[in-house]
């Protein structure tokens, strides 16, 4: 399928066609809807973990003047069903996850109640006044507590905090261990992080009683998951729902769930008849938005004393949190998936507990799984190679599969589509001036000061992906539609939020039917409009999304050619089709798409058997992930006095195979990298010892600012993908991937005069400093 | 109780009586419909809701739209003039400096007054001016260029 094409537009950095709209502000979010007698909803939440509701008075709150109705549990839950899990886990035990708390609160920011008012203060105004009786109950926040005998229990009811248990295996781990000079343990642990996209979540529903047709404008990554998995929750059936995206401000997967608040929105306007909004507060998106990573990990490496690696034992706990949002309990899964990164490491055995604890459930935080992986497996190439006194750019280099040896099968049962890992590492040491680097930090060292290098060479997997390895249907589907004007509609399902899709896929599109970039519209986001999809993340909607609608065009193509033939009185299979125009040898007249279209659809001459109109759909599942990579190389110096780390020189060099437009496959790399800068210096979400939530804000919730960032220098190689007819893998999560061990790999460098071996990240000045005292 | 309240808000009049606790961003969204001002964090931290007040750039969501009585509002909507946008916005369009957008009008807001306070900011001046707005879409790199370019192309645009 290595018919990629390169035309007028494709690999060109375009400008965007959403930006306009947007930099004028009259771009529309959720929260710029408005609707006539649209009603007001906000939510009082718990401020206890875990309690037992003893009463709730609403008597104040009702009595309030604009006040249409405040609900709790037992007003809601016996109609609504509960939120869902899609993640498949065998013998998993979960609660029932009801959209406004039962008898029990849970956790910090769990819902309550529901006000729904005629304006948003009189709501707000409203929550503040329901008293409700809380009788504090133990609270599970440790996760590793949580698992032993005789604690305190997040759920009674299911009798244990252990939610799963699962193994990931590949090879033989027990003859690898066998055969091993020695065995290298490490504990790691990623912190919890809140995703924090800068737009909070918010909802909008309103319901049509005479069409009996219900719509919910959400700002969501996964209009059409709603579509499909809202109906089991709420009264209205699957083809009288629509779900609309507007302007989604930004996702990160975040918005990659189906939260109860988009079922009560829902079920409030049906069961009020009008319309009702509800917008998340900050507070309430720290707190009841889901949260990423949380995963501790005990790791053993059998290695030789040459340094082969033999085979990775991993004990992962997984804190959950209280319920299991849409993939809880899968993104552990995930990380066991990629847990050997770009290296041949020929046996491996994840055992993954998830546990439940008095928190936010965690789930899909940009990257889900993979940037776990990948920073384990970065953290432990450099431990290994310290302990063994071998470079650590030879270990890695070591156990690269070579170019020719992809497909490349993986111990976790992966087959790897293509790379050229040996191009990406060369190419980002050239950049980096590695040679430069190592003077540097030598000099460095011998003046006193802590300066280090860190590299990470990382794998990840996109384009989620084949049906048979996800949830519910992975493929996506598209349409394209030549209007009769010759203008062209490309709809697509993979709805984008901020990637940029309306401009990158009108550049495939263009190039595929020769037609003008100005010409296409993409639309998309409306399940009214774009009828099916699964939507976007895990890096997928170029791939998947794109595909679908060179399938679209490709249909197209023959169908035009068939239609050409009749109208140039040629046989079909001598019809040319290049540049927009159809054309037959010897004939001297030609045909664009402006012609066709027209005969196309007043259809007084066609050919006998030819349907009207020029439109394709088409689902696209693909047969594989892909599987972009790259090496990132990050130079930092450490603060002796206050353990402050400032990046000194960052180098990303990602190959996600031809870049469509290299200007969006660039802002997405600086994009993750920030994300990775947050996660490696910064970011932690904080509950104490009574499950309170301290990082509640901005304010206690440090992401990375303007000033926190380096300049970046940026490569790329391109592989392509044998998977997929534009060759493309995918760019959404790559910097987050990347660029988290490559930082932390840094700092655990400059410290390595001091004898540190390894620190935890976020990797904040208190941490290093203390670090630094601890073995100066 | 409500009191009235009297602004320019994009060159226009407007009077109006309000709620004294009405916030400014919920008044110009609200009651003018001018919804290019976002709210991100209420708590004066990520400034998607930052406007120009009298010329300076003000966080909207931590005034309250009766203390900007008499003062002269300037909003991502009134930014562009006869159909040519300003030459921040230009640049952030040029450099691709957004992604989904919601971060954006508050972020052009404080690059203008960045720019009208140095004309030729370096890349670290930039980020230092623009250290009260978040975007978590960008990395900011995009954004610094954006600002840039608008001080190298757009010093005749610049209001």
């Known amino acids: 399928m290595a018919d990629r094409t390169t035309g007028n537009y494709v690999g060109r950095s375009m400008k965007r066609v959403e930006d306009p709209r947007l930099i004028k502000g009259i771009g529309t979010y959720t929260d710029d809807l408005r609707l006539p007698g649209l009603l007001h909803a906000a939510i009082l939440r718990s401020p206890h973990a875990h309690a037992r509701i003893v009463h709730i008075d609403t008597k104040a709150a009702r009595a309030l003047a604009g006040v249409v109705a405040v609900l709790t549990g037992a007003d809601v839950n016996e109609q609504c069903g509960a939120v869902p899990c899609a993640a498949a886990i065998p013998d998993l035990k979960a609660p029932r996850h009801t959209v406004l708390a039962g008898d029990r609160v849970y956790f910090v920011g769990h819902a309550v109640a529901v006000v729904v008012a005629t304006d948003p203060y009189v709501a707000r105004d409203a929550v503040d006044v329901i008293d409700v009786d809380y009788d504090p109950l133990p609270v599970v926040v440790n996760p590793e507590d949580a698992m032993k005998a005789g604690t305190p229990l997040t759920h009674p009811d299911l009798g244990t905090n252990i939610a799963y248990t699962t193994t990931m295996a590949g090879g033989d781990i027990d003859d690898a261990f066998r055969r091993a000079d020695r065995v290298i343990k490490q504990r790691l642990i990623h912190?919890?992080?809140?995703?924090?996209?800068?737009?909070?979540?918010?909802?909008?529903?309103?319901?049509?009683?005479?069409?009996?047709?219900?719509?919910?404008?959400?700002?969501?990554?996964?209009?059409?998951?709603?579509?499909?998995?809202?109906?089991?929750?709420?009264?209205?059936?699957?083809?009288?729902?629509?779900?609309?995206?507007?302007?989604?401000?930004?996702?990160?997967?975040?918005?990659?769930?189906?939260?109860?608040?988009?079922?009560?929105?829902?079920?409030?306007?049906?069961?009020?008849?009008?319309?009702?909004?509800?917008?998340?507060?900050?507070?309430?998106?720290?707190?009841?938005?889901?949260?990423?990573?949380?995963?501790?990990?005990?790791?053993?490496?059998?290695?030789?004393?040459?340094?082969?690696?033999?085979?990775?034992?991993?004990?992962?706990?997984?804190?959950?949190?209280?319920?299991?949002?849409?993939?809880?309990?899968?993104?552990?899964?995930?990380?066991?998936?990629?847990?050997?990164?770009?290296?041949?490491?020929?046996?491996?055995?994840?055992?993954?507990?998830?546990?439940?604890?008095?928190?936010?459930?965690?789930?899909?935080?940009?990257?889900a799984g993979r940037p776990e992986a990948t920073y384990l497996i970065e953290r432990l190439m450099d431990i290994v190679a310290r302990e063994l006194g071998i470079d650590r750019i030879e270990l890695r280099m070591k156990h690269f599969p070579a170019p020719t040896e992809f497909p490349f099968a993986t111990a976790s049962g992966l087959s790897y589509d293509s790379g050229n890992y040996q191009g990406a590492l060369a190419k980002a040491r050239q950049l980096a001036n590695w040679d430069a680097l190592m003077v540097d930090r030598a000099a460095a060292r011998k003046a006193g000061r802590l300066f280090g290098v860190g590299v990470s060479t990382y794998v990840e997997i996109c384009a989620l992906g084949p049906s048979k390895a996800m949830p519910a249907g992975g493929w996506e589907w598209g349409c394209v539609r030549i209007e009769i004007s010759g203008k062209v509609t490309a709809i697509t399902g993979a709805t984008p939020h901020g990637q940029g899709q309306e401009t990158s896929f009108a550049q495939i599109v263009g190039d595929r039917l020769g037609v003008s970039f100005d010409d296409i519209v993409v639309l998309h986001g409306d399940t009214n409009v774009a009828h099916y999809g699964r939507d976007t993340y895990g890096s997928r909607a170029t791939v998947l999304g794109g595909t679908a609608l060179v399938m679209c065009i490709d249909k197209i193509v023959a169908k035009a050619k068939t239609l050409a033939a009749h109208l140039l009185e040629a046989p079909v299979d001598r019809i040319e089709f290049a540049n927009g125009r159809f054309s037959a040898k010897g004939k001297e007249r030609q045909l664009g798409w402006g012609e066709l279209a027209g005969e196309a659809y007043i259809a007084k001459n066609l050919p006998a058997g030819f349907e009207p109109g020029l439109e394709a759909s088409s689902f696209f599942e693909p047969q594989n992930f892909t599987f972009p990579f790259g090496t990132h190389i990050a130079a930092v110096e450490v603060d002796r006095d206050t353990g402050q780390v400032s990046i000194k020189k960052y180098v990303a060099v990602d190959d996600c195979g031809p870049q469509i437009n290299p200007l969006l496959v660039e802002g997405q790399v600086q994009g993750g990298i920030a994300h990775s800068i947050g996660q490696a210096l910064f970011e932690q979400t904080v509950y104490d010892e009574n499950g309170q939530l301290l990082t509640g804000e901005f304010m206690d919730y440090a992401i990375p600012r303007a000033v926190d960032i380096p300049e970046y220098i940026l490569g790329s190689t391109v592989t392509p993908s044998p998977s997929n007819p534009l060759g493309i893998k995918g760019v959404g999560e790559a910097g987050t991937i990347g660029a988290t061990p490559a930082i932390a790999n840094a700092v655990i460098d400059a410290l390595e005069p001091l004898g540190v071996r390894h620190l935890d990240m976020p990797l904040t000045p208190e941490r290093v400093w203390r670090a630094i005292q601890g073995r100066a | 109780m409500t009191i009235p309240v009297r602004l320019t808000i994009n060159g226009s009049p407007r009077e109006q009586t309000i709620e004294p606790r009405m916030l400014l961003v919920h008044f110009l969204r609200d009651a003018c419909g001018l919804t290019g001002t976002h709210v991100g964090c209420e708590t004066g931290i990520c400034g998607a809701c930052t406007v120009l007040v009298d010329g300076k750039a003000v966080k909207s969501c931590t005034m309250f739209a009766v203390q900007a009585d008499g003062a002269s509002v300037k909003t991502i909507e009134g930014l562009a003039t006869d159909g040519r946008l300003h030459a921040v916005q230009q640049g952030f369009w040029e450099c691709h400096g957004l992604q989904c957008g919601y971060c954006t009008p508050g972020m052009i807001m404080a690059a203008v007054q960045l720019l009208s306070a140095n004309a030729n900011p370096s890349r670290g001046q930039i980020a230092d001016g623009l250290r009260g707005n978040l975007c978590r879409c960008t990395g900011y790199s995009h954004i610094i260029d954006a600002v840039q370019h608008a001080a190298t192309h757009g010093a005749a645009d610049r209001r």
Not at chain 1, 196 to 222: C, D, F, K, N, Y
Not at chain 1, 278 to 303: K, L
Request: contains cysteine; proline residues 6%; aromatic residues 6%.
């Open chain 1, 191 to 367: 912190q919890r992080l809140t995703p924090m996209p800068i737009e909070p979540r918010a909802v909008v529903a309103s319901h049509h009683a005479g069409e009996g047709t219900l719509t919910i404008w959400t700002s969501t990554q996964v209009p059409h998951l709603l579509r499909t998995l809202l109906p089991g929750m709420i009264a209205i059936a699957e083809n009288k729902l629509r779900i609309v995206a507007p302007e989604v401000g930004g996702g990160f997967g975040a918005k990659l769930n189906v939260y109860a608040e988009e079922a009560l929105c829902g079920h409030l306007a049906m069961r009020l008849g009008a319309p009702v909004k509800w917008v998340e507060s900050r507070r309430e998106n720290a707190a009841s938005t889901i949260h990423g990573r949380d995963q501790i990990g005990d790791y053993e490496v059998a290695v030789k004393n040459d340094g082969t690696i033999l085979g990775l034992k991993a004990r992962t706990i997984a804190d959950l949190g209280a319920y299991n949002q849409l993939l809880t309990p899968a993104i552990p899964t995930l990380t066991g998936l990629v847990l050997t990164g770009c290296y041949r490491i020929p046996a491996i055995k994840m055992d993954i507990v998830g546990v439940y604890t008095n928190k936010m459930a965690t789930d899909a935080y940009r990257g």
